[in-house]
């Protein structure tokens, strides 16, 4: 009777380690198609990357979108964000009492940036980068 336990012991083991395994693989993320600009749209971002007081003009951009309030921490998170392209990109923990649109900013900031270059997380536990791959 011992023997027949552990056997059904084990084989339930296997079944919970494969559908566990199936359920990773189901909520991986879709590859998102990666965007590219026409001539006409890379010239006219050229032409505003060289003006002058391009992170007030960029802030007065990011104000247009549906964020309003927080202008000096729309732009540093904006920064932030951007800088995943630099050899040393920059991080950022916001810090704030619940409710006090930590999300809010985060999400929206996030709208910003290309969907092939994101990854979006707003908990984490100790294991959560076990399962990357």
Known sequence: MQKEVQY?????????ENYRLKQIEVNQPEEVKKRTL???????????LKSKNLLQKTNELIGETRLIGEVDNR???YLVFTSRLREQPLH?????????????????????????????MTA?????FYYFD
């Open 124 to 128: 984490l536990s100790e294991k959560t």
């Open 8 to 16: 059904a012991l084990y084989n339930l083991i296997g079944e919970l």
């Open 75 to 77: 732009l540093l998170m």
């Open 92 to 120: 950022i923990i916001s810090l704030g009492a619940s409710g006090t649109g930590k999300t809010y900013l985060q999400e929206n900031i996030s709208q910003l940036i290309p969907e092939d270059h994101k990854l979006e």
């Open 38 to 48: 026409s001539v006409i749209r890379k010239e006219k971002a050229i032409v505003f």
